[in-house]
């Protein structure tokens, strides 16, 4: 239980540093013209491979196939934009809120989705 623990902790303090770096660059990007959908996109794929190696090192301390595991990271990704993409169309079109309160309320969800794909798929 102290491993998962710590994993969790790990995980949480990386997602957060992530996702404050990346919400800043969101909003200052944002703010000079760019689109909320097309900043989410930007940033979200860079993210991706960033994340990947400090996950797969710090946080859950994988030693297995490295391109196995990337090949079902990029997977879980590309679902987990699906989703992102489609909250956010949902809050800001459907909904019609703040691009603000959108991105806050994606940040939030998507945390819980990608621990548990990283944790039980990626790299078990």
């Known amino acids: ?19 404050v770096v990346a919400f800043c660059l ?16 930007l940033l979200y794929w860079t993210s991706v491979v960033l994340v990947f190696f400090i996950n ?9 196939n490295i391109f196995h595991a990337f090949k079902k990271h990029i997977c879980v990704y590309i679902f987990g934009y699906g ?24 940040s939030i969800v998507m945390p819980v989705y990608f621990y548990t794909m990283q944790k039980h798929l990626v790299f078990r």
Request: hydrophobic share 55%; charged share 15%.
């Open 1 to 19: 239980m102290k491993n998962v623990r710590s994993d969790k902790v790990r995980f949480v303090v990386i997602g957060l540093a992530t996702n």
């Open 26 to 41: 969101f909003l200052i990007l944002v703010l000079i013209g760019v689109s909320p959908k097309r900043t989410l996109t």
């Open 56 to 64: 797969r090192a710090y946080v859950f301390g994988h030693k297995g």
């Open 83 to 106: 989703l992102s993409i489609s909250m956010l169309a949902f809050w800001l079109d459907y909904l019609e809120l703040n691009y603000v309160i959108a991105m806050i309320m994606t």
